[in-house]
Each structure stands twice: as structure tokens, then as C-alpha cells.
């Protein structure tokens, strides 16, 4: 494939707004997970909730799109300069020729849950105000994301669980392909909700404490919320050293469970090799890995005999979701940007809350952080159902 570069990117999630703060938390080695006081929520859980997202309602002329989940995107766009690059975008390849591509799992599905508590009492009726259209439809996130930045080319919402916002380069890179659009804003965004937390909960997946992904003792997931966006177009002539470039994509569908993973991560290992074919890669050009790691024993399990199964187990690898926790839709997003954080400063990111690592997994996992120059860095994000996505990015000149 033709790589693509990233013009643009910015990330916001509970270790902070912007790719500054990002940053630092990331070489402090710094955990933004916390006990859980969401809302009405009385599990015993750590979640990665991001600070001040009810107080920033959205401006007057997008009121139709209120929910918990567009606020944060809204958040997100505006770190950065990101939605002015946008902007910029659509003024050289024109509106129409922007694409959106975004991920979601939960959209704004706490909306509903708020408008369910409301309902009549003799006909169960949800209440008039309800907007299932512009709140809770998982659409909705592209619909506003394209209105707010007055864009006007296609958009898709991609939900598939904790790949979706992964698998949005791969959408986009086949429509630039296609030659349907010339730059494409991709992304996720996937916000905190009564359903989630109890829903992964009912399922034992939730750990008491903040996760510990690869760790000996790892008993579950930290739900987190997060927005993170970038900018895809083609590839100038003349890229300096600090750009960053998409390379490979790589998808599969193993369909081995609906909420576990191939024991042997099948659908993991044929995504990665896929991504290292797009790429024109071998294996031995991957010198960082950002680890799927849920911190769940399956999930850990599956993936480091994947990872082993095709790069071998020296490979330095880590998984930031100790940090930011599993932020689901918005995860593949939200790694995509770390990844190009590790390559534009030569940083690989420690596994955060990970004490010992379980000898049983064959993976070089990262408990220290590593400074080293980058030229080529994996991402994983598996979701549920076995839909898989493995995403690799370079640095250019």
C-alpha cells in the first residue's frame, strides 16, 4: 500500500487533554485510573474517566446532538489545532472530499439510560425531549463531527467493539485508495455508561483495582473514556523526520467466540502478518509493539502467543491501557496516537501498574520505559467477536 501520513493527531483520555499532556504522563509513567464514583455507578471498579465533560456542553446550533459521547469529541477536536487542520484540509481538497471515519462502541447510549429513568410511569414512553437520532444512534458521533467541522464528504461510524476505531484506517485508506476522497479525518471516541460498566461486570472481566495488563497477577479490565482523532493524507514528496506515516493495516474475523478470544490468538496472528504484508515489512522491522493488554488472563494469553507466533519474543512491548485503561471503541484511536507519539520522540512507553510479568507469556513486556529512535512500531486492538486489527506506522524522511 501507499503510505499515508498522519498531518495532524491528538488524543484526550484520562491522563490528559492534548498530545502534551499525553506525553508526559506517559514518561512520568503515570496512571489516570481512579475509583469509580461515575454517576450512579456502585461497582467496585478503577475507571479512566476524563474531567470536566459535563461541564462543556455543546454551542447552541449542535444542541441536536447533546450526549455525554459528542462532548467529549468536541473536547478532543479542539486540542491541538486539530480541527483547524481540518479545516485547512477541506480548504485545499475541498469539503466534499474529506472523508470521516470514526469508531464508537458506546456512542451515547448514556443518554438513553438518563431518558430511560424518566420514562411515563403508565405507558414506559421515553420522554418527548429524547433524541434517539442525534444521541444514542451510533452515527451520530460522524454526523456531528462532519457538522461541526462543516465537512461534507462521506462518513462511516465503525462499531466493532474494542477494534472500531482501529479498524477506521483501513475504511479510510481504501477510500483515499479508491480515490473517493482525498484526506480523511479517522478516529474514536467512546465515553463512560452505566451499560458498559455494568455489562463488563456481569461478564467478570472488571478488576477491583486498576488493571495490571501481562502481569502474574491480572484479574480483569479498567473501563476508560477517551477522543482521539488524526488527519490521514497522502504522502508529500518531501517529508521531514517528524513525520509520521501510515504503513500497514492488516484485518481479520476469527469468529471463535462472542466474548473471548481464539485461545491461540488465530485472528490476531493472521492480522498481524497482514499488516506486515500492506507494509512490505519482515518482522524483524518491528522494534516496538503497543500490546492489545487488557489485563484479562485470556486476552494477555492469546495475544502473546500471537505476537511470539510472529515477531518472536524480543520485540519491546508494552500496553498503555494501565494508564489510560480499556477505552473500547476509542482504544485503536487512542494507541494509534501513543504510537505516534513513541515515534516522534523515541519513546517506548512502560506498562504501567504491571509488577511482575507472568513468565507463562512470551513477549519482551516493557516495566521500565525505554528512549530509543523509532522507525517502525506495531498497534494491536482485538475486539470482541474476533474482529481483529493490527495497524503499522514509520516516521518519515
Known amino acids: 500500500m501507499k503510505a499515508l501520513a498522519l498531518t495532524s493527531f491528538t488524543a484526550t483520555s484520562c491522563i490528559g487533554r492534548g498530545v502534551a499532556a499525553t506525553l508526559a504522563a506517559l514518561r512520568e509513567r503515570r496512571t489516570g485510573l481512579e475509583r469509580c464514583a461515575f454517576e450512579t455507578v456502585t461497582l467496585d471498579a478503577f475507571v479512566g474517566e476524563v474531567a470536566g465533560v459535563d461541564e462543556a456542553p455543546l454551542p447552541p446550533e449542535l ?68 433524541r434517539y437520532r442525534g444521541a444514542h444512534n451510533t452515527f451520530s458521533l460522524a454526523a456531528f463531527a462532519r457538522e461541526a467541522l462543516k465537512l461534507a464528504g462521506p462518513a462511516v461510524v465503525i462499531s466493532s467493539a474494542c477494534s472500531s476505531s482501529a479498524k477506521v484506517f483501513a475504511s479510510a485508506r481504501r477510500a483515499i485508495e479508491a480515490g473517493l476522497i482525498d484526506a480523511a479525518l479517522v478516529g474514536g471516541v467512546d465515553s463512560l455508561c452505566l451499560t458498559t460498566l455494568y455489562g463488563f461486570h456481569s461478564l467478570q472481566l472488571v478488576s477491583r483495582g486498576p488493571c495490571r495488563p501481562f502481569d502474574l497477577a491480572r484479574d480483569g479490565i479498567s473501563i476508560g473514556e477517551a477522543a482521539a482523532f488524526a488527519l490521514l493524507e497522502p504522502a508529500g514528496a518531501s517529508l521531514d523526520g517528524d513525520a509520521v506515516l501510515l504503513l500497514g493495516v492488516g484485518e481479520s474475523s476469527d469468529a471463535y467466540h462472542m466474548s473471548a478470544p481464539h485461545p491461540e490468538g488465530r485472528g490476531a496472528r493472521a492480522a498481524m502478518l497482514a499488516a506486515l504484508e500492506t507494509a512490505a515489512l519482515d518482522p524483524s522491522d518491528i522494534e516496538y509493539i503497543n500490546l492489545h493488554g487488557t489485563g484479562t488472563p485470556s486476552n494477555d494469553e492469546a495475544e502473546s502467543r500471537a505476537v511470539s507466533g510472529v515477531l518472536g519474543t524480543q520485540v519491546p512491548a508494552s500496553s498503555t491501557k494501565g494508564a489510560t485503561g480499556h477505552t473500547l471503541g476509542a482504544a485503536g484511536a487512542l494507541e494509534a496516537v501513543i504510537c505516534a507519539l513513541a515515534l516522534r520522540h523515541g519513546l517506548m512507553p512502560a506498562g504501567v501498574n504491571t509488577n511482575e510479568v507472568d513468565p507463562a507469556l512470551a513477549v519482551h513486556y516493557l516495566l521500565e520505559n525505554r528512549a530509543a529512535p523509532l522507525s517502525r512500531v506495531m498497534s494491536n486492538s482485538f475486539g470482541f467477536g474476533g474482529s481483529n486489527c493490527c495497524l503499522i506506522f514509520g516516521r518519515g524522511g
Open 63 to 130: 444542541r441536536e446532538y447533546e450526549c455525554r459521547n459528542n462532548r467529549l469529541a468536541q473536547l478532543g477536536l479542539v486540542q491541538d489545532g486539530f480541527a483547524e487542520a481540518v479545516r485547512r484540509s477541506a480548504g485545499r481538497h475541498g469539503r466534499e472530499r474529506v472523508g470521516v471515519f470514526l469508531g464508537t462502541s458506546t456512542s451515547g447510549i448514556l443518554e438513553t439510560e438518563l431518558a430511560y429513568r424518566r420514562r411515563d410511569p403508565a405507558s414506559g414512553a421515553l420522554p418527548a425531549e429524547f
